[in-house]
């Protein structure tokens, strides 16, 4: 394999190798063109002179063609040939030009921005900008014309101050669309570019005539010295070969021969006469030589200095002081527009943008549309008087019909739907599910065998199951390609989070241990390190392990250790007031059901007491044990962000959540019949992602913790149910409205019966997800631990089942319709199918070798299960190069991002039989909890004890797994009796199953380090 990765990569080079040839070989002979470089305007004149091109300047009424990147791959090459040319002359111990030197000197800052043009202009973007129908400029964007008027002017020096009162005087006159503003950096960038080309054509100009001139000069210094009386000859010879009559050959010949004997008067004597019948003198032609090195090292000087000004300018600024429709979206009645931070305002302004390009409007014009809609409703308030409502919310459609009314658009505007009905997203994956499951079961030839129709039916469903989870992976993957992602709005919260939206930042968790309670106090201090802010508190929610009485001897002494640790923190950083850190302990209450003294529902009675305390910080005595900290600021709480104990906050990520659950358009709007949000969001949830923590990770951590979308509680499902629905799914870490919170689940759930209620509690709140700021935990480093994290998860979703029908329990014993909506149920049995998907998937492997009298054909289907997603994605990968890459390292990248699926994909597969065995037992248990015994819903360790308690050998992965080789034995004898012409497919499978607890085992060591060879 390594070496035909070896071969592989050298056949990349070679080919890059002879595209670089061809491409010099057939590039065209440079054309000279003058600088850029005009009368030098002051920015009064610059003004002036911008008022004067808006009104000479025509728009034509159709797109012109896309002739930048055409340009912008001739000025790269030329420059690239400069820069050889130059290396060359460095070489040979030639003198440079200044201007040369600069180039040569900052030859890596052109390259870069050349990448960046490259990268910022794809293909047919010049030709959504307006063009120009005469002048110099013809067919060329009108903004690109600016530029090269604004770079003509100042020699090539551009500056914040001047460009901004040149393109305000030019829109005072014609306003600007908002593309054109955004690509004003695009298209300076091209124009210095270009100019740089420019001046490096006559500086490979200037540099041939020098090497020219060098050689002469050589060759008479040469001839003088070996034969003095042959110098005419080669004053003849040189005559003959009619050398361009420049400054730059004059001067290198003549310095050249200067000084060095009388036998070189006569060559001198005849470059005077042959300058003289030229119309110029040798000193002429020197000085004019002088002049222009003089000003071309000025103006590639100023230009290197304006690239690096473009690099360094903060042009979003630049954008909203000069847009008009940025001035006109300020005036929102609400107030709200001018408070919500730049990334939100921008999607404001695209969203005018395409409106105007689709209907043909003027931007100016549908802004003021989606302004008078709000001022409308300006006295009535709420979410329908900020003009945001009608760009990006549900009054979008009233803003296309305004807009239709008004007469101003040329065509109607069809925009694509915000929300994709349920029903669209489910045809394509029942299609793909039965396509697959009808290959399976035809190809097969199965029939033949006399299977009863229930035999049938049990294989079909099997099949269903297992093909469903292909099919939706297809689906997800195609829709993240094909939907744009919908960012939720934001306020501007950098500031400061306003006292109006104070938050606590909650870590619900269990207590063991002086060292546990360490640990969380150590990481409470990070969180609040990171996002410090005046109107941000930070608490721990903590019960005691579950016991076999209501107190333990050790629990006073590890209580008052927590006091202390938290009483620490408060003097450290808040000693005046004490209200920054708090403690919440609950103590021990006796549950019938699990036999056990324990905290109060869990982490749902957590949070359901802190609520309350919330909202009367009075009340503590029942619900809490033990409260450290000034609790009078929480009576000011708005929302709370809880985390995992694991879980870590970036730097002003508390931050962002507030800014997001703060903006009208997101705060919770209720169905009062139904008692659940049905607009907005009470609960936000944000991306998780893999923490690099400073221990070594292991290869299983390695292999599994980078990449998301392994299971519904990471970003790729989130994703796609916000994309195409609005909603994303509630897993245990975000925030949430108090008050929305508690108007939604209080009394709502029974005692005793949930275990996994984040996903439920979404439900009822409505999830939204922030997948622009993202938090990060600790993946299980063994495939043991990760394993009881997913059977309690199991455990968790099959506990909601009753959720999926028509009535559902409440509080109290109560019943009430079932108030979820189909997507809310989609998400539930979701969850439930895709944990029986590993015990249909075994059972279809064994059936199909056992039943099949085709089983290669059996196999090759299955195979599609865990290889599509791999395939489907690393073609897509491969097809789609960036243009700043090179072919060689797009490809190795999609190679080696291919190959860490496929060895992904094969732990899966080795893993199967173990992940179907667990899974059933989870489903089994939990069906018979809920049907027969009602105890031990609850029965739940947390994440680090159970991690904690594997043995630190390959002791916990063969015991847990031994069902692996049982069941490969049971296969492997049954094949044997029943159909022996399959053991040669099955083999490598159950070989592979069979060694798959050593294999996990392996893998949850951290790899063996590297020393380093100095």
Known sequence: MRHAWRIFRRWLRMRERSWRWQHGATRETAQAEAPLRARLFSAEQMEAHGRALARAHRIRSRAGPDLLLARLKQNE???????????????????????????????????????????????????????????????????????????????????????????????????????????IPIMLRLALIDNLRRIAVRIMRDGAD?????????????????????????????????????????????????????????????????????????????????????????????????????????????????????????????????????????????????????????????????????????????????????????????????????????RPVRLGPRRIPLPIYLAPIAAITALFVWGLLSNASIIAHGMSPWSMAVLAVLAVIAFSELAITLVNWAATLLVAPRPLPRMDFSKGIP???????????????????????????????????????????????????????GDEALLAHAVRQVERLNARYAPESDDRFFLFHRPRRWNRREGKWMGHERKRGKLAALNRLLRDTRATSEDFLRVSGNTEVLAGVRYVITLDTDTRLPRDAAREFVATMAHPLNRPRFDERRRRVVRGYGILQPSVGSSMSGQRISRYAR???????????????????????????????????????????????????????????????????????????????RYAADVKRRYRWIRGDWQLLPWLLPWVPRGHGEYEPNPLSWLSRGKLLDNLRRSAVPVATTALWALGWALSPQPLRWTVWLLCLPLLPVLAPTLRDAWAKPVDMSLQTHLLQAGGSCARRLRRATVELACLPYEASFSLGAIVRTLWRLAVSRRHLLQWNPSSEAERSLDSGVGAELRSMAFAPLFVIAVAVLLVAINPRSLWVAVPFLGLWLLSPLWMAWLGRPPRQRGAEL
């Open 77 to 183: 090459g030329l420059l690239d040939d400069t820069r050889a040319l130059l290396t060359g002359m460095v070489r040979d111990e030639m003198r440079i030009t200044p201007a040369g030197e600069w180039l040569l000197d900052n030859y890596f800052l052109v390259e870069e921005q050349i990448l960046t043009a490259r990268r910022h202009l794809p293909k047919g973007y010049s030709r959504e900008l307006p063009s120009l129908d005469q002048g110099p400029s013809t067919g060329l964007p009108r903004v690109y014309d600016l530029s090269l008027e604004a770079i003509a002017h100042g020699d090539g020096r551009i500056d914040a101050e001047a460009i901004g009162r040149f393109v305000a005087a030019y829109q005072s006159i014609a306003a600007l669309k908002l593309g054109e503003l955004w690509a």
């Open 210 to 410: 020098h090497r020219l001139a060098g050689e002469w000069s050589a060759r008479l210094n040469e001839t003088a010295t070996r034969d003095p009386k042959d110098v005419v000859l080669v004053v003849a010879d040189l005559a003959r070969s009619r050398p361009p009559l420049s400054g730059a050959f004059v001067a290198e010949l003549t310095r050249g021969l200067r000084g060095r004997g009388a036998v070189l008067s006569m060559p001198l004597t005849w470059v005077e006469q042959w300058a003289a019948d030229g119309g110029s003198s040798i000193e002429e032609l020197v000085h004019a030589e002088s002049q222009q090195q003089a000003a071309d090292q000025v103006s590639i000087g100023n230009s290197i200095g304006s690239l690096r000004f473009l690099t360094n300018m903060d042009w979003r600024d630049f954008v909203e002081a000069m847009s008009v429709v940025e001035a006109r979206l300020r005036e929102d009645p609400a107030g709200t527009y001018a408070l919500m931070d730049f990334n939100t305002r921008d999607a404001y302004r695209h969203v005018v943008e395409k409106i105007a390009r689709l209907g043909g409007a003027d931007e100016i014009g549908v802004a003021g549309i989606a302004l008078q809609l709000a001022q409308a409703h300006a006295l009535a308030g709420g979410g329908k008087a900020h003009v945001g409502y009608y760009l990006v919310d549900d009054g979008v459609a009233q803003t296309q019909a305004a807009l239709a009314a008004s007469g101003n658009a040329r």
């Open 499 to 553: 006292v109006d939206s104070r938050t606590l930042v909650a870590v619900p968790s269990m207590i063991g241990g002086a060292d546990g309670v360490d640990a969380l106090v150590e990481a409470l201090e990070v969180r609040f390190l990171a996002n410090r802010d005046r109107h941000l508190h930070f608490a721990l929610l903590t019960d005691f392990l579950d016991a076999d009485s209501q107190t333990l001897p």
């Open 703 to 781: 292999l599994f913790g980078s990449e998301p979308g392994i299971d519904p509680y990471t970003r790729m499902v989130s994703d796609v149910y916000q994309d195409l629905f609005g909603e994303g799914s509630f897993v245990g870490k975000g925030i949430y409205d108090v008050d929305a919170f508690e108007h939604a689940l209080a009394d709502r759930f029974p005692e005793n019966g949930i275990l996994s209620h984040d996903l439920l509690e979404g439900c009822y709140a409505r999830a939204g997800l922030v997948s622009d700021v993202r938090l990060f935990e600790d993946y299980p480093s």
